[in-house]
């Protein structure tokens, strides 16, 4: 039934429940009750399919804090650990849906995404997400998908390396099911140009400013040395002392793996990525051209100088990419165990 549909239904069934209350001396207690269970029904299910803050409040109410604590911990043993969280869930997003498919081992059905391009050797933090469904499913047992839990897991990185909060809508459930070809087609490239940027975000519903503000994620963490070596030996829109701090760690053949930060302060969520980006100092391509007589420039100065306006603007957009075909109601599943689909 459409949307459109089920509002008119519930809508004379409501009229039909105020003409019931009104002809309730010639009306059966049964007929009653029916007309009570039906409304009941439709407005459930006129409710399906839409995330809530408050989703787990009476089935697991203790949820966000047993999450915090497990990232309290992880991300005081590795701070940048908070980064590759919130990769991982930006990664999982971008492929068929925040559907905790990313999560998803290979199987005889499926080769997962594990393995995909943009996520092979470089994709971190399974571990943790598993740490964290072990503990929510010895208080809450088949309730909490994997999908929920990378959700509140990637917010509470954020802020405990300094950066804003926002209310985490939740309800997701798990997907039964991964795609590596997709997602080596939509996850976007740190080699893409800005309207390769700007088109494969609007692809996911995301506008530019969205693009933009998201790409703020590199506020923390680090990037691999195949992944920014082109940038910094070929480019010219770059800073040469910073290209120069680069190559120390990055030589032009080998060491693929070598880390460089994304800014001068990988374990604190700042507005730092955002000035780099103005003095000619982002790490990847898709980091500079952000920045580079755009159509972007003008929200990344805005950034460079007012952080309250970037960490507004990044979590209402957290929010935004969060929505982005989340498995509701019925459909997926929600998993015992992250890696695995249900038996």
Same mark, same amino acid.
């Given at each position: $039934?459409?949307?459109?549909?089920?509002?008119?239904?519930?809508?004379?069934?409501?009229?039909?429940?105020?003409?019931?209350?009104?002809?309730?001396?010639?009306?059966?207690?049964?007929?009653?009750? =029916?007309?009570?269970?039906?409304?009941?029904?439709?407005?459930?299910?006129?409710?399906?399919?839409?995330?809530?803050?408050?989703?787990?409040?009476?089935?697991?109410?203790?949820?966000?804090?047993?999450?915090?604590?497990? $990232?309290?911990?992880?991300?005081?043993? %590795?701070?940048?650990?908070?980064?590759?969280?919130?990769?991982?869930?930006?990664?999982?997003?971008?492929?068929?849906?925040?559907?905790?498919?990313?999560?998803?081992?290979?199987?005889?059905?499926?080769?997962? %995404?594990?393995?995909?391009?943009? +996520?092979?050797?470089?994709?971190?933090?399974?571990?943790?997400?598993?740490?964290?469904?072990?503990?929510?499913?010895?208080?809450?047992?088949?309730?909490?998908?994997?999908?929920?839990?990378?959700?509140?897991? @990637?917010?509470?990185?954020?802020?405990?390396?300094?950066?804003?909060?926002?209310?985490?809508?939740?309800?997701?459930?798990?997907?039964? *099911?991964?795609?590596?070809?997709?997602?080596?087609?939509?996850?976007?490239?740190?080699?893409?140009? =800005?309207?390769?940027?700007?088109?494969?975000?609007? @692809?996911?519903?995301?506008?530019?400013?969205?693009?933009?503000?998201?790409?703020?994620?590199?506020?923390?963490?680090?990037?691999?040395?195949?992944?920014?070596?082109?940038?910094?030996?070929? %480019?010219?829109?770059?800073?040469?002392?910073?290209?120069?701090?680069?190559?120390?760690?990055?030589? =032009?053949?080998?060491?693929? *793996?070598?880390?460089?930060?994304?800014? +001068?302060?990988?374990?604190?969520?700042?507005?730092?990525?955002?000035? +780099? !980006?103005?003095?000619?100092?982002? !790490?990847?391509?898709?980091?500079?051209?952000?920045?580079?007589?755009?159509?972007?420039?003008?929200?990344?100065?805005?950034?460079?100088?007012?952080?309250?306006?970037?960490?507004?603007?990044?979590? @209402?957009? $957290?929010?935004? $990419?969060?929505?982005?075909?989340?498995?509701?109601?019925?459909?997926?599943?929600?998993?015992?165990?992250?890696?695995?689909?249900?038996?």
């Amino acid at each position: $039934m459409t949307p459109t549909k089920l509002k008119r239904s519930f809508n004379q069934l409501s009229i039909a429940f105020s003409f019931s209350l009104s002809m309730a001396s010639t009306t059966t207690s049964s007929q009653f009750f =029916l007309v009570v269970s039906i409304i009941s029904l439709l407005a459930c299910n006129s409710a399906d399919g839409k995330l809530s803050p408050n989703f787990y409040g009476t089935t697991c109410s203790n949820l966000q804090t047993m999450v915090r604590n497990v $990232m309290r911990q992880t991300v005081t043993r %590795e701070p940048r650990m908070g980064a590759s969280i919130l990769r991982l869930f930006f990664h999982d997003c971008f492929v068929q849906g925040c559907d905790g498919s990313i999560l998803l081992d290979d199987t005889d059905i499926f080769t997962g %995404e594990k393995n995909a391009q943009p +996520n092979i050797n470089s994709a971190r933090g399974y571990e943790i997400i598993d740490a964290i469904k072990t503990r929510v499913e010895a208080d809450c047992n088949d309730i909490v998908s994997c999908a929920d839990i990378l959700a509140l897991a @990637a917010r509470d990185g954020v802020v405990l390396l300094g950066g804003p909060s926002w209310h985490v809508p939740l309800g997701r459930r798990d997907s039964r *099911t991964a795609s590596l070809s997709d997602a080596d087609s939509d996850l976007p490239s740190p080699f893409a140009d =800005l309207p390769t940027l700007i088109s494969m975000f609007a @692809a996911k519903g995301l506008t530019a400013q969205d693009m933009t503000v998201l790409s703020g994620g590199h506020a923390i963490g680090f990037a691999q040395c195949s992944l920014f070596r082109s940038r910094i030996y070929n %480019e010219t829109n770059i800073d040469p002392d910073f290209a120069t701090a680069r190559r120390a760690n990055c030589p =032009l053949s080998g060491g693929d *793996t070598n880390l460089g930060p994304f800014d +001068n302060s990988p374990d604190r969520f700042d507005n730092n990525y955002y000035q +780099n !980006l103005v003095a000619q100092r982002g !790490l990847l391509h898709s980091d500079q051209v952000l920045f580079n007589n755009g159509s972007q420039d003008a929200t990344v100065r805005t950034y460079s100088t007012n952080s309250a306006a970037f960490f507004r603007d990044f979590a @209402a957009a $957290m929010v935004k $990419m969060g929505n982005i075909g989340p498995l509701t109601g019925t459909n997926g599943e929600i998993r015992k165990s992250c890696g695995v689909i249900n038996s």
